[in-house]
């Protein structure tokens, strides 16, 4: 690159290609870690003789308490060192506890995996986030960071499908097996096929930011952009319900229609896939059309997609009939993570290219902890004190009432539009 003038040279379209595409492949295994979980909820909880509070525990508190943690010192040294050797070492070590999790006997056995495989899963997204700004100009980066949260969907569905088969054929443990000794033969292939870019390369101010900021500097920026904490709030009352639905939905099949578990697998995964895919990337391509002129919209399709989810949600969990369920299930199911491309890609550009790694570790410890630690653990507490009186559907019952945070995101999203094109960083 030319340093004497401010015009980036843009990395070759093959060479984005391939980058984005081992991204979502290791985000891909990011999910299915995390959710694989969900649809093990349901043998572990048989063998294991655990409650439906420690469940919660295990699947969202476990992994989001040292996720949360460990993601903004990491994502500061991203900021600084390479952020592919970052991604490459948290890979094996989150895919090497995953297997881990099959040897657990106990649940704190199993708690502290789960611990594990957040400490390494701390370094796998907000680097990620990063590169993906360094191989795509501005007016791109909200579809390519929709493409990269198709890992979240498909992730998901492979998470639960392949779960539920190994558990249903085999035994639950061999499903943390072989997804975690697959993820660790997948880093050498990232490591060796991306190469670190140039930081800021395709922004103007990159050459008078080379030096990375201190998290100091870094909050004191956000102290002056209410929109950046706005979209936060929005972001994690949906993620609290998105992770609770993702965790709790196959057990919900099983108790309330009296599914298999390999049945209830496919029925949640192709609504995942089908629907998750449809909603992130209809969120990004729209937040980058409608964003050009009006920076406001980054927030506006959030707010929307949040507003509409609700009487969906209403009309799938109360019908008795599966086929009412399956296709209720698809609208909220996109809509509820239609967020993601625009608001990801919003943070990007509320912070200077060197904070970038570090405000999306600060955007993530915040969700996370609200949405894993939290959405996971409310949903199934909840559920065991709805027990008495509701039985096998007080899973229905705690999820409904769950559904009601979109309206707090919504109106959070909606606040941040009146505020985000100010504080865009221009």
């Known amino acids: 690159m030319n340093t004497n003038n401010n015009e980036a040279v843009p990395a070759p379209a093959e060479n984005r290609a391939w980058v984005l595409f081992i991204l979502v492949v290791v985000y891909t295994f990011n999910w299915i870690d995390r959710q694989i979980t969900g649809i093990l909820a349901v043998p572990i909880k048989e063998d294991l003789g655990l409650t439906d509070t420690q469940l919660g525990l295990m699947g969202g508190l476990a992994f989001a308490l040292f996720y ?7 994502a500061m040294l991203a900021d600084r060192v390479s952020r592919t050797w970052i991604m490459t070492v948290a890979l094996t070590v989150w895919s090497g506890m995953t297997a881990v999790c099959g040897l657990a006997n106990s649940f704190w056995q199993l708690f502290l995996a789960r611990v594990g495989v957040g400490v390494g899963e701390a370094g796998g997204v907000a680097p990620a986030y990063s590169l993906i700004t360094d191989f795509f100009p501005p007016h791109q980066r909200a579809r390519a960071l929709s493409v990269y949260s198709f890992g979240i969907p498909i992730g998901s569905t492979l998470g639960i499908i392949f779960g539920g088969y190994i558990a249903t ?3 639950w443990r061999y499903a943390f097996f072989i997804v975690g000794l697959a993820g660790i033969a997948l880093a050498p292939i990232f ?6 870019p140039e930081r800021g390369r395709y922004d103007l101010s990159h050459q008078k930011d080379a030096r990375p900021a201190r998290l100091g500097d870094l909050m004191r920026t956000l ?4 929109s950046f904490w706005l979209l936060i709030l929005g972001a994690s009352c949906s993620s609290m319900m998105g992770y609770g639905l993702f965790f709790w939905l196959p057990s919900f099949l099983v108790r309330s229609f009296e599914m298999q578990l390999f049945d209830a697998s496919l029925f949640f995964g192709i609504i995942i896939l089908v629907g998750g895919i449809a909603g992130i990337w209809t969120g990004g391509w729209l937040s980058d059309k409608l964003g050009a002129d009006k920076k406001a919209w980054y927030a506006l399709v959030p707010a929307i997609a949040s507003l509409g989810t609700v009487p969906f949600y209403f009309v799938a969990l109360l019908s008795p009939n599966l086929a009412t369920v399956f296709m209720a299930l698809l609208v909220p199911t996109a809509l509820g993570l239609a967020w993601l491309g625009p608001v990801i890609s919003a ?7 060197n904070m970038r790694a570090t405000a999306s ?3 993530l410890f915040v969700n996370n ?10 949903v199934g507490a909840l559920s065991d004190a709805l027990a008495l009186r509701f039985a096998a559907d007080s899973l229905r019952y705690s999820i409904l009432a769950g559904s009601v945070l979109y309206l707090v995101a919504s109106v959070m999203f909606f ?6 094109d100010d504080d865009w960083e221009r």
């Open 361 to 363: 570790a600060v955007f």
């Open 191 to 196: 490591r060796l096929t991306v190469r670190e």
């Open 169 to 171: 054929v085999i035994d």
């Open 68 to 74: 949360t943690g460990l993601g903004i010192p990491v």
């Open 415 to 420: 606040l941040a539009a009146r505020r985000i």
């Open 347 to 353: 943070f990007q550009h509320l912070v200077r290219p």
């Open 223 to 226: 102290a002056t952009k209410p």
């Open 369 to 378: 902890l609200i949405g894993i630690g939290v959405g996971t653990w409310v």
